[in-house]
Every structure is written in C-alpha cells, then in structure tokens.
C-alpha cells in the first residue's frame, strides 16, 4: 500500500499532461501515479504515456469514458494509496510541496487541504479567492480545491465516489457530502501544495450556467438552502460569454475583484 495515489484525468490535452508529468516525476518510493485517458487521439497515448517509465507505481489506461468524473472514479477503483490526488491534466504540483507532503506523510484528518497557486493561460500570477479555513464555508461555495486536497481512500469507501448526474460539479457534491458526514477536515495555507492554469476561460464561460444550477441543486440537498449571490456570479459569467471579447472582460474583472497571489 502506498501513502498516496496522484490520479491524472485526461483527454486530448498533450502538453497540458506534459506539464502535469514534470511535476509528479521522479515518483516518491511512497507515491503511484495513475493516469486515466479518455481514449485521446492527439498523441498522448503513443507519445507521453506509452513511454513513461515502466516501473509497479506507475499504471495507465487509455479508453472511452463518460466524463471526468467518470475517469476520476476508475482513479479511485485502481488507487491503492491511503490518500488521493487528483492532479488532473493540465495542473500541476509546487515540487518542493510534493515532496515534502508525500515524506512527512501527514494523517491526521480524512480531508486535508492545501493552499495553491493560481496560474493565467500564460502561466503568470493570477487573483484567486483567498484560502479559506472554515469548512462552514462549503455552505456558501465550492471552496474546496481539489488539486491541492488529499482524500483518505477511506473516505471514499464510506460516502461513495463521484456522483455522475453532476457533469461539472461533482466534486462539490462530494466535499458537500462529506461535511454533512461528519468527514473531518484539515486546513493548512502554509504549504502551496499545486498550480492550478485558469486555461480554456471561453469555454468554461459557457458551462457557467450548467454549474451554477447544479451547485444549486447540490445546495438544496445537502445544505436545504442555496446561495443566491453564487449562483448569480455563476449567471452573469455565462452572460459575458456572449459578449464579444468575453475572455478579455472576465480577466479584466477577476483582476480587480479579486486579490492577486504575490509569489508563483
């Protein structure tokens, strides 16, 4: 068994999973990497993951699947770490944070979050949310960021994998679940444990409405109320996909609304 499992979703994204894989590797004697394509055809089956190293702690399939969360949940299926990553294509870790999580081998919570960096397309410093250490706030928004959370496989076992009636916000769902479940949680904003790219935002722009009626939904069930302010922010995003330059106008907004990290 191992202390932690990083599980990639991908699909037809090369160079994001490039980026993702410079950080991962070399894998700690501690650590397996499981890589879950959604049958790319753009060449990252035969050119990254076909020669990766072949060594036990690092496994891969490559084939058709329902979504994300679908790959996410065959991660989780194959994972034989105590916790999970879900470093998807794309994102990647802060090395020296990697490293020095998967050594000290820290256990004492079922969920710990980690604080991240947040990246532009170009992969410069970009504003993000501030770090949030009350897990209350799941109540208000999807807090959690999945790429710097580790997961007690546990955790999983008892609360159920990714629901996938949920096509973009599964993974609130979950973290929702988990908080009413009594899962306990740690927070911890002095180690920055990944980037995250704020890449493909016109497209995202266009999902907004998906995700804001099923954060809703995830709201009422869960919390028996919902947010009206987050659902309006999720509203007026996909509005300014509409408008011409709309990639131009949202940065230009989370720029002055919301605080920039100072250090990448």
Same mark, same amino acid.
């Given at each position: 068994?191992?202390?932690?499992?990083?599980?990639?979703?991908?699909?037809?994204?090369? &160079? @994001?999973?490039?980026?993702?894989?410079?950080?991962? *590797? %070399?894998?700690? /004697? +501690?650590?397996? #990497? =499981?890589?879950?394509?959604?049958?790319?055809? &753009? @060449?990252?089956?035969?050119?990254?993951?076909?020669? *990766? %190293?072949?060594? /036990? +702690?690092?496994? #891969? =399939?490559?084939?058709?699947?329902?979504?994300?969360?679908?790959?996410?949940?065959?991660?989780?299926?194959?994972?034989?770490?105590?916790?999970?990553?879900?470093?998807?294509?794309?994102?990647?870790?802060?090395?020296?944070?990697?490293?020095?999580?998967?050594?000290?081998?820290?256990?004492?919570?079922?969920?710990?979050?980690?604080?991240?960096?947040?990246?532009?397309?170009?992969?410069?410093?970009?504003?993000?949310?501030?770090?949030?250490?009350?897990?209350?706030?799941?109540?208000?928004?999807?807090?959690?960021?999945?790429?710097?959370?580790?997961?007690?496989?546990?955790?999983?076992?008892?609360?159920?994998?990714?629901?996938?009636?949920?096509?973009?916000?599964?993974?609130?769902?979950?973290?929702?679940?988990?908080?009413?479940?009594?899962?306990?949680?740690?927070?911890?904003?002095?180690?920055?444990?990944?980037?995250?790219?704020?890449?493909?935002?016109?497209?995202?722009?266009?999902?907004?409405?998906t995700i804001g009626l099923e954060n809703m939904k995830i709201?009422?069930?869960?919390?028996?109320?919902?947010?009206?302010?987050?659902?309006?922010?999720?509203?007026?995003?996909?509005?300014?996909?509409?408008?011409?330059?709309?990639?131009?106008?949202?940065?230009?907004?989370?720029?002055?609304?919301?605080?920039?990290?100072?250090?990448?």
């Amino acid at each position: 068994m191992y202390y932690l499992s990083v599980i990639t979703v991908a699909y037809n994204n090369k &160079d @994001g999973l490039i980026r993702t894989r410079d950080s991962i *590797l %070399p894998l700690p /004697d +501690n650590c397996e #990497w =499981i890589i879950i394509d959604a049958a790319s055809s &753009d @060449g990252t089956k035969e050119e990254i993951l076909e020669a *990766l %190293p072949k060594q /036990d +702690n690092i496994r #891969w =399939i490559s084939e058709p699947d329902k979504g994300i969360f679908d790959g996410m949940n065959k991660g989780i299926d194959l994972a034989k770490g105590k916790y999970l990553n879900f470093m998807n294509s794309g994102d990647f870790y802060n090395r020296s944070a990697f490293i020095e999580v998967a050594n000290s081998e820290p256990d004492d919570a079922d969920i710990m979050v980690y604080d991240y960096l947040p990246l532009s397309e170009s992969l410069e410093s970009a504003p993000a949310r501030s770090f949030v250490k009350q897990i209350e706030k799941i109540r208000e928004y999807d807090c959690i960021p999945h790429q710097s959370t580790l997961i007690s496989k546990k955790t999983f076992n008892k609360i159920g994998y990714y629901d996938l009636s949920y096509s973009c916000a599964a993974d609130y769902a979950f973290f929702a679940n988990a908080y009413i479940s009594n899962i306990v949680f740690k927070f911890d904003d002095n180690i920055e444990l990944s980037y995250f790219v704020q890449d493909g935002i016109s497209s995202g722009l266009r999902l907004s409405l998906t995700i804001g009626l099923e954060n809703m939904k995830i709201q009422k069930k869960y919390f028996k109320n919902y947010s009206l302010k987050l659902f309006f922010v999720y509203m007026s995003k996909f509005l300014i996909s509409f408008v011409p330059k709309n990639k131009n106008i949202y940065s230009f907004l989370r720029n002055n609304l919301l605080p920039k990290k100072p250090k990448v």
